[in-house]
């Protein structure tokens, strides 16, 4: 309650856009980093400082569920501080970070190395997921409570080389997570076929970039969702689809929710951006698993994953991987030498503000995409992805119309490897506040390292 006590701060002369819908020429007044109240200016509290924020739009701030923050173990690559600074600029207040690093995220102790790390380096707020592997079934009730966000079972070989639990080990774990509050996420692809494929490829010299794409076909995406799906029926564990790549999968995944399968996912702007003829085009720096798609897949994901709503949530996958790594200027590279993934921060909002352009997407169903159900799935609800009052003023300041080319070397994030470099944008990121603070002003990160805290607290007994 904010009762008569005079706002900290209010965010004025802008234009909010919920997930429920727009209110044009209002403000939010914030008091001790929580929303005090949204409307007409005439109905805030008086402040002690009104920031103008120039006939923008200002939405709930943007969470990002899929961040490879890399570390520990891989820190020439990115660390705390360059992804959150570069989550920042990108507009996003929420990261939550992926652990496949090195050593691994598989038990408390080294959960708690991450937020140590996290709470003296991130620049905006932050939270992490654990993964599963036949090791750590015993683990999984301590990891529930300790204040992740969600699991990870890596079902398809991919960067950190972390094999898939068996699917009597899996059936097992999804009964324990199906006994907490937590939500597990897959990389769903299947990695028999996978292995089968790259062998033969290999074996027959084929190391052009597109034979990557051949060998984890959409087949191998829709059997892990039906899989997961089954055993999720079976163990009532909720579930969900990390980075959803083809229009195949969505349908596989539609079918399993309409006989009530409590399974939730995402997909990345780049599933959306491009189809797979960026990888004949730009070669290594597109192989990212899993990979791009033909013009007809990512056609159906547009039309099953968004328009039909299949899909819950955008996110980066934001991977980064140095030039050498990723064969920028080595066209010779082979494919299967190269990492997959690419950096996303500072691309994605703009990337959906442009699909907000064409008409793709409405901005209530972006905000609902990229704020309002991540916050819901990862027990972050409604402290983040609302703009309640009394919740975190986490807000993304955007401008929906102005129009700019990215230049890679402007990225903020320590690898800028991206077959973004060099596509237009309609819509860019002004401001970023979290808590109340901006952390980004259109120009620079102005949150200090540490200024992050953790977005899913550990449970209280
Ligand atoms: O392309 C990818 N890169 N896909 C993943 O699943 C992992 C990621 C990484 O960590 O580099
Ligand atoms: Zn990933």
Known sequence: MS????????????????????????????????????????????????????????????????????????????????????????????????????????????LDSVYETADADACVDYATHVVVTSENLDRIPALAGAGIAGFKVFLGITFGDITAPTDGELHAAMGAIAESDRRLGFHEENDEIRAYLEGKFREEGKTDAIYHNRSRPPLAEVEAVSRVCLFADDTDCPVHMF?????????????????????????????????????????????????????????????????????????????????????????EKSVWETPGGFVGLETQVPAMLTFADEGRVTLPEWVRLHSTRPAQIWGMYPRKGSLLPGTDADFTVVDPDREWTLDRTSLRSKSTATPFDGESFVGAVERTVVRGEVVYDGDDVTASPGYGTLATPADKD
Request: aromatic share 4%; net charge negative.
């Open 3 to 110: 009762g008569d006590r005079i706002a900290d701060r209010r965010y004025v002369d802008c234009d909010v856009v919920t997930a429920e819908g727009r209110m044009d020429d209002v403000g939010v007044a914030v008091i001790d980093g929580k929303i005090a109240s949204v409307g007409r200016v005439d109905s805030l509290p008086d402040a002690r400082r009104n920031v103008s924020l120039e006939g923008n739009l200002l939405v709930p701030g943007i969470i990002d569920d899929h961040v490879h923050t890399r570390t520990p173990g891989h820190e020439y690559k990115e660390d705390w501080e360059t992804a959150t600074r570069s989550a920042a600029a990108g507009g996003i207040t929420t990261v939550v970070a992926m652990p496949n690093t090195d050593p691994i995220i598989d038990r408390v102790s080294r």
């Open 243 to 331: 980075h959803l790549s083809s229009g195949s999968a969505a349908e596989a995944l539609r079918d399993w929710r309409q006989r009530g399968v409590d399974a939730t996912a995402e997909t990345c702007p780049h599933y959306l951006w491009f189809t797979e003829d960026v990888v004949r085009d730009r070669g290594t720096v597109a192989r990212v698993q899993p990979p791009l798609r033909t013009a007809d897949e990512v056609e159906r994901l547009w039309s099953v994953g968004i328009d039909d709503g299949a899909l819950d949530c955008i996110a980066t996958d934001h991977a980064p991987h140095t030039d050498e790594e990723k064969g920028v200027d080595n066209p």
